[in-house]
């Protein structure tokens, strides 16, 4: 079991920055990579960012790429999500995620998740 809790969202302007965390409890051990999704409204989940734990390999959507920045502390068990040139079509509930799983490019790879953060991106 693994528990993930998200915090960092809010209100921001456009063009403006956040930075997310996820702080990862429990059998942390097993977690191969962890990911931000996100989910706007009537919209499907979507990845927005991934990094494996131990080698830091990363990905990005293609919507983010240039702008949001993926990054682990091992040490502290988190994971952060570094947002900068925010735009309105960025808000969104963001989603922790973690997988156990050696495929980690899809949601439903992943195994655990935490309660989502609002961002919200005024024009």
């Known amino acids: 079991q693994v528990q993930l809790v998200e915090s960092g969202g809010g209100l921001v302007q ?10 990862a409890s429990g059998r942390t051990f097993v977690v191969y990579a962890m990911g931000w ?3 706007a409204p009537g919209k499907e989940r979507d990845i927005v960012a991934a990094i494996t734990w131990s080698g830091g390999v990363t990905y990005y959507a293609d919507s983010v790429k240039g702008r949001f920045t993926i990054s682990r502390d ?7 999500l570094q947002m900068n040139s925010l735009e309105s079509e960025d808000t969104a509930v963001y989603y922790c995620a973690a997988t156990t799983a050696i495929r980690w490019y899809r949601g439903m790879d992943y195994n655990y998740w935490g309660q989502g953060t609002q961002v919200t991106v005024s024009s």
């Open 14 to 23: 456009a063009g403006g920055s956040l930075r997310l965390s996820c702080a």
């Open 74 to 80: 091992n040490a502290k068990n988190t994971v952060y």
């Open 37 to 39: 999704f996100r989910q």
